[in-house]
Structure formats: C-alpha cells, structure tokens
C-alpha cells in the first residue's frame, strides 16, 4: 500500500508520508471552501480573501489529520505496537501498525485515541473561535476557526461509526475480541458491520447523484467502494493469521517431492514429470545433492524441437535464496515473502538438503479446509 507516498518529515521518530492522492484532496478542499463554504459563512470578502482563507483552512485541516493519525501511533507505541508510519491519502489518514495489538484493550486504546484528539481539536477550535469573536479579531479569522472546528467534530463523528475498519469498528472489534477472546469471529461481526455500512454510504451516494450533486455522490461512493475492500481485506488477513499462526513449513511442505537429474532430456522431463505428476515446478537433484530447480518459465525459453537433445543439467537454476525456505519457516513469514516477492513456489532446504516443496496452493488448500471444517 502506499507505494507512492513521499516521506515530508519525521516527528518524534514516526515517518509522516503524504501519498500524491491526498493533493486531489488537498484542491478538492481548497476550491470547495473557497467557492462555497466561506463565501456562505461569510458574504462580502474578496475572493483573494476566500482563497487565502481556505488554504489556511485546508492546511488547518491536514494538521488535524495528522494529528488525528499521531494519537493512534503515539498510544500505540506506548502499549508496545511499533508504527511503521503515517501517511496522508485521497481518504484521511492511515497509521499503518507494524504488528497487530495483542489485546483487545489494546487495540480499543489505540483505536479510541483518533477520534479522542479531533473530539479534542473541535473543542480547541470553538474556544479559540468564541475568543476571536470576543477580542474583536477579523471575521475572517473567526470563519476559519470555526470551520476547523466543524471539520473535526466530523471528524471526530464519521470514525466513531462501528464499521470496520474504521476506528469505531475497531472498538467494536475490540469489545467483542475483548468479551468472547475469539479475534476471527469479533473481526468477522466488525466486517460485516463495516460491508453494511459501505452499501449504506454507496446507496446515499447514488441517491445524492440523482439530485443532482454530483461532486458528494460520487464522493460517498469512492468511500463506501473503500471501505468496503478494507473490510474484506482485514477479514481475509484475520483469517490467514489465525489460521497460519504458529504453523511451520515443515508442517505442510510436500516431503519427499518429484525430482529430476542432470542427464534427463527435457523432453522426458516433460513427459515424465511435468504432465504426469501435474507439477510445474521441480527440484534438481544428482543422488543426494540438491542442485537447482527447473520450472515452466525455464522450459518456455527452450524451443519444443529441441527439448529432445537438451538435457536437464544444460538449462536448470542453480541454487538460488529466492525459491528456498528453511523447514522451521513460520507460515505468516512465507505468506509476508510471497506478499512481497511474488515468488509462489519453494524448496524446502535445510542444510543443503531438500527437505521438501511449497507452493502458495498448498497454503490455499490448507486455509480453504481450514474454513471448512474449523478446527479451534
Ligand atoms: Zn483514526
């Protein structure tokens, strides 16, 4: 996720990154204030007067935002979950945890901290507004003060609804997590809550299309459309975690796997192996030595006429760290590896020794079965 945010500066050790779809907000917010909102609050300005203050405002606003993010990342790095970073995209604020809490208290302090702070922030800004307007400071002034409190009593309201991920989902989940101890079940309820609320937002969205406001119908869409992948995906992880967790390769690699030989042509190869055992991805090996391994991808750099007179040994991979995991490899490790790599099939090695092969079909078997006849 994210692949494209910019780091802008470090606070107190957190990386605060801003992706570039936070721009389109950024603009969004910008002319939209100026266009309308201060116009409306208050009437008479020139419209220099409005865009610079609705700049102030917007900048207003993504220090809110943050400060938002850094309260979740503050409270969690004090109950031992290390953040990775902060980062500003075309939908808020993202803290993105290192590791998931251990706890549901835990994660109800983390999740509750956000909403706390623009709680907070909105009560800062309507004091500061009620004392512009008291000191006799420039409307102006007042006018921005008071759309920062707005923005974040919004804020502060639209998190707290109990739809995952959200945060109020997040306390959700933390509340059933904490009272049964069963995280899948609390996260599969939260998503549920949070896929409801996603068609909720997407129904509003297009009734708002058909009368005519196009900008927030379409706006109420992209945000149900996002929420509702981050449910399923959340979902997904649980169940992957839970499932995997404490779980080693060796518990789930095929032993004693297919091999073939140097001096095997690959047209027997092919015949031999490849079709006859169903299998597209093959160790090589010369007695008990490991050597390589050769797949599909080698085979379909070779020319089919010439596979009678190649051998095996001509055009297999040699060792290589990329397709080789050790036995003691716990399961969420391999799945993070195949996240990040793309890299699906492995020999299993330990010592020089092949110990075994896994593919992330096996692993979709595994949590497929899972699923079916839950064993915990
Ligand atoms: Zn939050």
Do not use: C
């Not at 945010?5 to 936070?22: M, Q, R």
């Not at 102030?56 to 953040?83: C, K, N, T, Y």
């Not at 800062?124 to 008071?146: K, Q």
């Not at 692993?363 to 079965?369: C, D, G, S, V």
Request: charged share 10%; hydrophobic share 50%; no cysteine.
């Amino acid at each position: 996720m994210f692949t494209n945010a910019v780091k802008l500066l470090s606070v107190n050790k957190f990386d605060i990154k801003v992706d570039p779809s936070w721009l389109i907000i950024a603009a969004l917010v910008t002319w939209s204030l100026s266009q309308q909102f201060f116009p409306d609050a208050l009437p008479g300005q020139s419209p220099q007067s409005y865009l610079a203050m609705a700049i102030i405002a917007m900048l207003g606003l993504f220090a809110s935002l943050l400060l938002h993010e850094l309260a979740h990342s503050v409270v969690a790095r004090h109950l031992g979950v290390p953040i990775k970073s902060i980062t500003l995209f075309l939908f808020g604020g993202v803290a993105e945890l290192e590791a998931e809490p251990k706890s549901g208290l835990t994660e109800f302090w983390i999740a509750i901290a956000g909403p706390l702070m623009s709680l907070t922030l909105a009560l800062g800004f309507w004091s500061l507004s009620g004392a512009a307007t008291l000191t006799g400071l420039a409307p102006a002034v007042t006018s921005v003060l008071s759309y920062l409190a707005l923005i974040n009593l919004v804020l502060a309201l639209f998190n707290m609804v109990p739809a995952f991920p959200l945060d109020g989902g997040r306390v959700l989940r933390a509340y059933l997590w904490h009272r049964s101890g069963d995280v899948l079940a609390a996260t599969r309820t939260a998503a549920r809550s949070g896929t409801f609320f996603a068609y909720f937002l997407m129904a509003l969205g297009v009734t708002a299309l058909f009368q005519g406001a196009i900008v927030a119908g379409l706006w109420q869409i992209m945000i149900g459309g996002f929420v509702l992948m981050a449910a399923r995906a959340a979902y997904t992880n649980q169940l992957t975690k839970s499932v995997f967790d404490g779980h080693k390769v060796a518990g789930l690699m095929t032993r004693d796997p297919i091999t073939a030989q140097p001096e095997m042509t690959l047209a027997a190869f092919v015949n031999q192996i490849m079709l006859k055992r169903n299998v597209t991805f093959v160790p090589v090996t010369e007695g008990s030595v490991l050597l390589g391994h050769i797949d599909r991808t080698v085979l379909s750099g070779i020319d089919r006429e010439n596979w009678a007179s190649t051998q095996v040994g001509d055009v297999f991979v040699g060792l290589h760290d990329a397709v080789m995991v050790a036995p003691d490899t716990l399961l969420p490790a391999l799945m993070e590896r195949i996240r990040k790599t793309g890299q699906r099939k492995f020999m299993v090695v330990s010592g020089h020794q092949l110990q075994g092969v896994i593919t992330l079909s096996d692993l979709a078997a595994y949590l497929n079965q899972s699923v079916q006849s839950p064993a915990k």
